[in-house]
């Protein structure tokens, strides 16, 4: 009798990068969370990060994002990693560029996986390795009229 892992949908998905992409419009939680969808997954983990309205104790009042040339390519490069490390059936990630206000969403990734610990890890791991190895900047506008680059 065959155990639950050598079941195929236990095991990583053949091509699980689903949706990667740099975008000046709007980002849609639903598209994100479509495009993870797999009937072998048992849990989905989202993480969606939005323009707050302050920073390191002062109140900001808006942002603006850019990017390299080369951050989809490293935005891919960081998902095919995750999915070399968790048995990833979908994966999906959008990031915005240009000016937000607060409230926007900035960037939202979602991956399924078989099992609902695996796909928080491996969230946790996309989010956390595309903030600190995609040449994403941000430009903050604070309210008492200062501004600062983070990520540059």
């Known amino acids: 009798m065959a155990t639950t892992n050598d079941h195929p949908g ?6 699980p990068v689903k949706l990667i992409g740099i975008r000046e419009t709007p980002l849609s939680v639903d598209e994100v969370f479509g495009a993870v969808g797999d009937d072998a997954s048992g849990g989905t983990a989202l993480f969606v990060g939005t323009v707050r309205n302050h920073d390191g104790g ?27 490390e968790y048995p990833v059936r979908a994966l999906a990630a959008l990031h ?7 409230g926007d969403l900035a960037v939202v ?6 099992h ?14 595309l903030k600190h190895e995609v040449p994403i900047w941000k430009h903050q506008t604070f309210s008492d009229g200062t501004e600062e680059w983070v990520g540059a």
């Open 116 to 129: 609902r610990g695996e796909a928080f890890d491996a969230c946790r791991k996309l989010i956390d390795d």
């Open 96 to 102: 915005r560029v240009g000016d937000l206000e607060v």
């Open 10 to 15: 236990e095991r990583a998905a053949a091509d």
């Open 58 to 84: 002062t109140d900001v009042d808006r942002l603006g994002y850019s990017c390299h040339p080369s951050a989809e390519a490293e935005m891919r490069r960081i998902a095919e990693k995750v999915v070399a």
């Open 109 to 114: 990734v979602a991956v399924s996986c078989p």
